[in-house]
């Protein structure tokens, strides 16, 4: 026969309501009270029912991590699994657990998040930044609905986000190449559309307008995130009149074909061509040489995006917007 929270109050000398509140973690039960209900529980191998006491504060205990699976994505957006580790980390830390949804498939963007805070299916949401438009964030924002954006929006909103400085890496990375002696940059990133590739752009361009050096139009290759893409676009601007001295990839997927056409050019790094890559995740570490890169910690954000979701989820009303992450150069063969 199970045991049951009777038998816990019973051996424990306490009523029920007792040791209800101590699995519900209140603030008003005695800690010595709390040491010795938990040590009852544990020998007497008595396991609370989750549902129950979620039913009971009403709370799932769940929080849902929005974003748009699709085949492939493991090499083309590899980060995103990276900040979930860091998420379900803290997550589990504070009691909490974690379910991934596909939003690739909704007929109206937005559907998904209606529906999760209709049902009341989560105390919070985590939203990739693609995942989200005006209209949900005004609908979330209105309900009052604890979440956070992974990564800021492409348009103005109260809605809270937390992102890595994706302009201050390009800027980083301009500026190691420019204080190496380099001076014709070039860069090599995603479609313009792209929020990340867009802001990783505007560092370089920044930095490198404050010390008069130009970033010509035909130095920058916005490209399909792809190896053979990349592979393309660097034997490109080896061929055009004037070529750069130095390149920037905005992810290491980028660089794999960079480095290879590179080498198929028989272009030597780093006498004839400086190389830095934005991210050190996953694959600067098969590339050789080893390549200087602006390192951004995606499992910290994920660490940290749960913190802020913790704190909206205790103060609805708060509102928060900030960069976390600072990137960090790691020097190497390349530069």
Sequence with gaps: MSVTIRDVAREAGVSISTVSKVIN????????TIDNIHAIMERLEYTPNQRAANFARASTRNISFLTKFKKGMVYEAPHIFEMIS???????KNGY????????????????????IMQKSSDGLIIEYESINRSSADYIVQKGFPHIIAGKPS????????????VLSGEVAAQHLYQCGYKKISFIGGKKEAAISSFRLQGVQSFLLEHDTELP??????????????????????????????????????????????????????KDMGVIIIDDYPYSRIITPRPTVVNINIYDMGVEIVKALMRKIKNPALQIQAYTTLPELIKRETT
């Design 25 to 32: 973690s209140s603030s008003s039960i005695s800690q010595a």
């Design 86 to 92: 860091g998420a379900q980390n803290e997550l589990e």
């Design 97 to 116: 657990t974690l379910n991934l949804v596909d939003t690739s498939h909704e007929e109206k963007e937005g559907e998904t998040a209606r529906r999760i």
């Design 155 to 166: 348009f103005e909103h109260s809605s809270c986000w937390i992102d890595t400085n994706n």
């Design 217 to 270: 139009d035909e130095h920058i290759c916005s490209i399909d995130i792809d190896v053979n893409e990349s592979y393309k676009a660097m034997l490109a601007l080896l061929k055009i009149k004037n070529p750069p001295d130095s390149v920037i990839c905005e992810n290491s997927l980028i660089a794999v074909g960079v480095f290879k056409a590179l080498e198929a050019s028989g272009t030597i790094i780093p």
